[in-house]
């Protein structure tokens, strides 16, 4: 799901459970910049799928027309189906990566990275013969040092599967050189380039 549609759908759950939400508040919960949720919270209304009401106190409230309702319901099928098929694209890449580790027998297998892809990559590898370790955080906040220390508090490691969202690019360029890159698997979603790497 594009990310206008995401931010449209986050903002009529938050309105749909509170009418009284404040501008500041949608923006804050949305992660966005009170511009943008005004911006958004405009276009909602100019399409019919919110009302604003002004009530004391210089105030609105804000509701859901039977619009927005059909539009919060055909947003959500549209999220679940890309979260479905997102996770069926991510787990077939995982199992590849955990394939090839499984072919070479290499049975120690770091999961870099944290959030959902790491989580998928973790559950993926319970279908192997593989003990995963980790998930080691492998986040722009971190260097050679701090990782490489974690790796090693892991105890021996045949391979590492790369399944970090944040910064995947850096995170590759980071491992490759703290274990030879012909054992970290980047997964295909990551769009990761070796620049060179033997693969």
Avoid at 3 to 32: C, F, S
Avoid at 92 to 110: I, N, P
Avoid at 132 to 152: F, H, L, Q
Wanted: aromatic share 8%; net charge neutral; hydrophobic share 45%.
């Amino acid at each position: 799901m594009e990310k206008e549609g995401r931010l449209t759908l986050d903002m009529l759950r938050l309105i749909q459970t509170d009418a009284h939400v404040t501008q500041r508040r949608l923006a804050n919960d949305l992660g966005i910049a009170l511009g943008l949720a005004n911006s958004y919270l405009r276009r909602c209304i100019r399409k019919g799928y919110v009302k604003a009401l002004a009530v004391p106190s210089n105030r609105y409230a804000y509701y859901l027309t039977p619009t927005g309702l059909a539009e919060k319901s055909a947003l959500v099928g549209r999220y679940l189906s890309y979260s479905l098929q997102f996770f069926r694209d991510t787990k077939s890449q995982c199992e590849a990566a955990f394939s090839a580790c499984d072919a070479r027998g290499w049975t120690r297998v770091a999961v870099a990275g944290t959030g959902d892809l790491a989580e998928i990559a973790i559950l993926t590898a319970r279908e192997f013969a593989i003990d995963t370790v980790g998930p080691v955080d492998v986040g722009a906040g971190r260097d050679d040092e701090s990782i490489a220390a974690e790796m090693a508090s892991k105890g021996r490691l045949d391979a590492v599967v790369l399944a970090d969202l944040g910064h995947p690019q850096a995170a590759f360029d980071r491992l490759i050189r703290l274990i030879a890159p012909e054992r970290v698997f980047a997964l295909p979603i990551l769009d990761v380039h070796r620049h060179g790497a033997a693969e």
